[in-house]
């Protein structure tokens, strides 16, 4: 029969165990449930005058930007995550630990569309970058903007982006 006490420790050590294996190991973030992401609907005007409306995700700081919708197994029609940042840049992404394929759309400040990476590989370390600085990045299901004829040139609305101060503004 084992002594109370190193019945009670060995406890104790399993749990520990457990607590060390959960946490996410040095250099890995933390994973914030995207419950907890500011949401917003946005909509999309297209050349041919047709308006498609998204309900999405905000990633307004750097850990959500990091975080985007990796491990994410399924994305609803109509869903995306929007990339928002306070100023002009080129943009550069990847699909590290995203096990979806998604359409990446590339917004300037006025809220026009410059560039769509369509159908982008999961799982890849290639980088998608944006030809010239934009504001914002616009994730869709991969081939979204195909299915629904949505091009460069195309126009974003959402409160998110807020195109009149050429600054964000989450609400």
């Known amino acids: 029969m084992m002594p109370r006490t190193a019945g009670f420790a ?5 749990f520990v165990a457990l607590a060390l294996h959960t946490r996410p190991a040095a250099g890995q973030m933390a994973m914030e449930p995207l419950s907890a992401f500011a949401q917003s609907v946005l909509s999309i005007k297209t050349s041919a005058g047709n308006v498609h409306q998204f309900n999405v ?6 850990s959500r930007q990091e975080q985007g919708l990796m491990f994410v197994r399924q994305l609803e029609a109509h869903r995306g ?7 002009d840049r080129q943009l550069s992404m990847w699909m590290k630990n995203t096990l979806i394929p998604l359409d990446m759309l590339f917004i300037r400040a006025d809220g ?3 560039h769509i990476a369509a159908r982008t590989t999961p799982q ?3 980088i998608i970058s944006s030809p010239q600085p934009v504001r914002a990045v616009l994730e869709l299901e991969g081939g979204a903007a195909e299915l629904l004829g949505i091009q460069p040139g195309d126009k ?6 807020d195109v009149r101060a050429g600054t964000k503004a989450v609400r």
């Open 156 to 161: 974003i609305f959402c409160d998110a982006l």
């Open 10 to 14: 060995g406890i104790v050590a399993i």
């Open 57 to 62: 995700w905000i990633a307004d700081r750097a």
């Open 81 to 87: 995550m929007l990339f928002v940042y306070p100023r």
């Open 112 to 114: 026009t569309i410059s």
């Open 124 to 126: 890849s370390l290639q």
